[in-house]
């Protein structure tokens, strides 16, 4: 659950808000129970403010808070032989899922609680503030709800943001697919009942066809679950197009999108959700974000947290692949990272710092942004702060 606090941080570097022009330092932000109640230069912070815990930013650049919009952090066991098995020349089609869903499967709730929240512990120590899980890891319909329930449990445990995600993610093997489909439709209300925000479909070669996830996200717009996609990864299905068609928030992955797909998404306002590491173990492509960008969709990136082909809980690692393996800018790469993240989960307040917004920052072990992306595998935050609480890194004084 997303603490709520005091704070002023003084003496950043920078502070990029993503609400204009980066305010230059030594500059200052103060937040108020939990919200943004000033931005500006150190030395003119208010007497009236001056009574909340300080934190010392000591030079360093102050960014919004990542927003990582696709993960799928709730899972038991190991993929390490399968991750040895690939390095050794076999291709990823999906067929590795089965071992995670049976470790997932065999685990206590407190076991999966307790593995899941060290991951959102190390995603806090890299910054990240708010962050979406998917479930996906039961496949049938009553082991989905059971960890939908677990996510939701997951998110008052955690000092994070927690979007809570129903995923559909493959037909379990030796079970019809038609008959699979109807009963995630029907599951649908009972896991809005249960917490879930959102519905995800894994639309690809090996999981669900297009037809199939346009039925499965019809049923979960009707039980008031917004709609995301797994989208474009593996191969090329039309399934972009199916985001606009569909209303989704975002359609993620997308290495194999075209133009067409990509100015359906941008005229229907779906955002582009890109995940760099895990293009980078599955051999993906990397133009996929030009081809978004160019057709003036709205990016963001994530990292498909997963235990088959992302096992990465770091924005900044994501950010330091993106960067150069996408072509995009600096200031490209931490608006995805921020308030792109924000868009695709349809919560515009987050990821930018403006007076009202949740107080939701990262205290950079960098002076400059660019810092962050240039200096590979270097520790990257020094402090995380949601809600004006310091959940991770340096302590306040005063
Ligand atoms: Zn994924």
Redesign the pocket.
Known sequence: MPPVGDLLVRRAGRIVTNNGDPVPGPAAVSIRNGVVAWIGPDERVPWTITDAPELDADGACVLPGFVDP???ALWAGSRREEYAARLAGESYTGGGIASTVAATTAATDDELLDLAAVRLGRMAANGTTTVEV?T?YGLDPSAELRLVGLVRRLADRVPLRVEPTL?AHVVPAGVDRSAHVAALAGLMPLAAAAGARWL?V?CDRGAFTVEEARSLLRAGAAAGLGGRL?AE?LSHTGAAGLAAETGCASA??LEHVDEAGAKAMAAAGVAGVL?PT?TLSTHGGWDNARVLRDAGVTLALGT?C?PG??WCESVPYALQLAAPLLGLTVPETIRAATAGGGAALRRPELGVLRLTHPGDLVVLAAEHEADLLAHLGAPAVRTTIVGGVPVSGARTIH
């Open positions: 696709h993960t799928h998917k996906g995923l995800d894994f797994h990864q993620d992955h995940l895990a498909d997963n082909t992302s």
